[in-house]
T-cell receptor
Framework: NAGVMQNPRHLVRRRGQEARLRCSPM?????VYWYRQLPEEGLKFMVY????????ESGMPKERFSAEFPKEGPSILRIQQVVRGDSAAYFC???????????FGPGTRLTVL | SQQGEEDPQALSIQEGENATMNCSYK?????LQWYRQNSGRGLVHLIL?????REKHSGRLRVTLDTSKKSSSLLITASRAADTASYFC???????????FGKGNQVVVIP
């Protein structure tokens, strides 16, 4: 049973470009969470999704950020018009149930030049 | 929103010694989880303790939870060099599995 997969592992973008981060949850997991980690800090919750539904997006910036988890395919975190402050590690986690352990992927490290 | 806070933030010990980390939180929780992160890597889940549990063991790990004091501790016994990592506690709110993480404990185990 493969773990949570994220790609790309490293992403470099220039200011103003778009960044797309992908997350494939563990098999059998229908709950997906995105977190952001700035250097030397803990993870901050961004958004919680189930298939085709956004359950909680209270941690998402109001502008430029969006997330989806379609019926087929991976969950996507999209950042439009990136700025240097978006540089961070973005982690995806999945769980089989809303009250169960969350298993994390290896993360995508976004660098904005 | 609540946030776990680990104490101490940095710990350096000799191989074979025990390492203890503490975490406090502010509101009612459904569960508390501990994770390990090696430098530049993803998070590895270590242990989950539910709000109605007081102590839990997993191999060389021992976690306690005191809901009256809103605190938890993680004990690593007989530490190894491979235990060198950052350790985070994360709390899951009741009815909501959004995790709130602390800033982490950096543990260095000297061979």
């Amino acid at each position: 049973n493969a773990g949570v997969m994220q790609n790309p592992r490293h992403l470099v973008r220039r200011r103003g470009q778009e960044a797309r981060l992908r997350c494939s949850p563990m098999k059998g997991h229908s709950h997906v969470y995105w977190y952001r980690q700035l250097p030397e800090e803990g993870l901050k919750f961004m958004v919680y999704l189930q298939k085709e539904n956004i359950i909680d997006e209270s941690g998402m910036p109001k502008e430029r950020f969006s997330a989806e988890f379609p019926k087929e395919g991976p969950s996507i975190l999209r950042i439009q018009q990136v700025v240097r402050g978006d540089s961070a590690a973005y982690f995806c986690a999945s769980s089989p149930d809303s009250r169960d352990t969350q298993y994390f992927g290896p993360g995508t490290r976004l660098t904005v030049l | 929103s609540q946030q776990g806070e680990e104490d101490p933030q940095a710990l350096s010990i000799q191989e074979g010694e025990n390492a203890t980390m503490n975490c406090s939180y502010k509101t009612s929780i459904n569960n508390l989880q501990w994770y390990r992160q090696n430098s530049g890597r993803g998070l590895v889940h270590l242990i989950l303790i539910r709000s109605n549990e007081r102590e839990k063991h997993s191999g060389r790990l021992r976690v306690t939870l005191d809901t009256s004091k809103k605190s938890s501790s993680l004990l690593i016994t007989a530490s190894r060099a491979a235990d060198t990592a950052s350790y985070f506690c994360a709390t899951g709110l009741d009815g909501n599995n959004r995790l709130a993480f602390g800033k982490g404990n950096q543990v260095v185990v000297i061979p």
